[in-house]
């Protein structure tokens, strides 16, 4: 198996204080990894060292290869992995939503024809066809959050890093954007780091990495992980709000499975129950 990513051993300290210590990470091409950790934890930090932004103060970070501390290797590693931020509004660089889309692409020096197709499709991925010519500041939230990902797309990315992209969207503006996301990992087998407060979102992940005190403290599949709730509240987190209902009606006397994560698993469970009944 490809791994698109790896860290081997990587510590980082801003001054004289270690915020990651002797991380292993491992991300394999197509996978959907979620990133969860107390405030502070160090999870922009790890997002950071992934596109060179920051380097590591000890051990190595590679993406697809290549040594994310040889500058050289700069340009190649941030056309491999792009990152998309919390605030929609500081990643978004131009009047119109198509020339803010094109914007990455053309810095490439590539050609109008291609720039114009890789723009089409990005807005395409992202459900935003109709507000092409839009100026990005008259979108709500959740669709500029979703140009900043066609900006991103547009370099063709084979890994896709998002710090916390849903934390300022309200409920809609969430759900549409982690459709998308969900979407360009199932469809385009984009790898996805999504690093998020919103358990409910990790639940979509293939697997999910826990931080704290700046170390690897859980790294399993969300089933595994959510099923420990305990484990959970001992990290400073907690279980998806599914997870905490389907707990609470087990506490109840109802025959449901303790590691329920997903709301249409409970639903399916609940329909099984009256049909029995029936
Ligand atoms: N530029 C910096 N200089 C010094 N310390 C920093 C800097 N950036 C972050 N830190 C510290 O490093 C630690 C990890 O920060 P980081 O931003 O990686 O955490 P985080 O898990 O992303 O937190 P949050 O959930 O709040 O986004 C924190 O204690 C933070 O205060
Ligand atoms: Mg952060």
Redesign the pocket.
Known sequence: MNNLIRFDNVTFS??SRN?LENIDLEVREGEFLAVL??????????AKLINGILVPTSGKVYVDGMDTSDENMLAEIRKTAGMVFQNPDNQIVATIVEEDIAFAPENLGLDPAEIRVRVDDAIKAVGLEKHIKDAPHKLSGGQKQRVAIAGVLAMQPRCIIL??PTAMLDPKGRSLVMGVIERLNREKGITIIL?T?FMEEAALADRIMI?SDGRVAVNDTPKKVFSDRDRMISLGLEVPPVTELTLNLIRNGLPLEKDTIHPEELIDSLLKMKEEEA
């Not at 950790?37 to 790890?46: R, V």
């Open positions: 801003y001054g915020v950790g107390y405030n502070g934890s160090g999870k922009s930090t790890l710090d916390e690093i407060h931080l």
